[in-house]
């Protein structure tokens, strides 16, 4: 009787240490969880910020481009330019040209960059919803699958952080268009 006893107590207790070690596991695993919700709206009000900063400048940058054709066009006019070869021995055209060429070169880069933060936001919405999903479902979950979405989500957090504390491009790389070709496109 006495083992009985015994065993029974020593049931109740694995049962009990089962129950509390599991609402403490699910416990830390929802804190975790819960942070990277916190990690991810961070995040993407800083990408939010850097899209709107990047298209700001896009704007600004096809206004001077617009400015630099229509000088162009009243150059050309003025001085009745007909031919590519004649305009480059313009020093204001060709300045122009060449300063039209940089700036698509940068509207190109800013371009890139708006896409990858948008992409970059369309794959933390993801991960958001999967952690709303997987907090509603946390006691089905095992450990290894909630380790593995926070290792993934580390993965994209530390892609992006990266990414939004860097200028948005490097003018020594942006591409230079042709100038012949923006002569051209001017033109016509």
């Known amino acids: 009787m006495k083992k009985n006893v015994f065993y029974s107590c020593v049931i109740a207790a694995m049962i009990i240490l089962l129950v509390y070690g599991s609402i403490y596991g699910s416990s830390l695993k929802t804190s975790e969880l819960n942070q990277k919700i916190a990690e991810i709206s961070s995040l993407q009000h800083s990408i939010s910020s850097k899209i709107s900063q990047a298209k700001d400048m896009r704007e600004q940058l096809k206004q001077q ?4 054709t229509e000088e162009i066009k009243e150059e050309k006019e003025r001085i009745q330019i007909a031919s590519f070869q004649k305009a480059i021995q313009n020093p204001r055209i060709n300045n122009d040209l060449k300063l039209i060429q940089k700036l698509l070169g940068y509207i190109t880069r800013l371009n890139e960059k708006i896409s990858y933060f948008m992409i970059g936001n369309e794959t933390l919405n993801f991960y958001f ?3 709303q999903d997987d907090l509603l479902m946390i006691k089905t979950l095992n450990d290894l699958e909630v380790d593995k979405l926070i290792a993934q989500i580390n993965s994209v957090l530390d892609e992006y952080v990266l ?4 200028p948005m491009f490097d003018v020594n790389d942006a591409p230079l268009h042709d100038t012949e ?6 033109i016509n």
């Open 65 to 68: 481009t617009e400015e630099l």
């Open 129 to 131: 919803q999967q952690v």
């Open 163 to 166: 990414e939004t504390n860097k």
């Open 181 to 186: 070709k923006i002569w051209n496109e001017i």
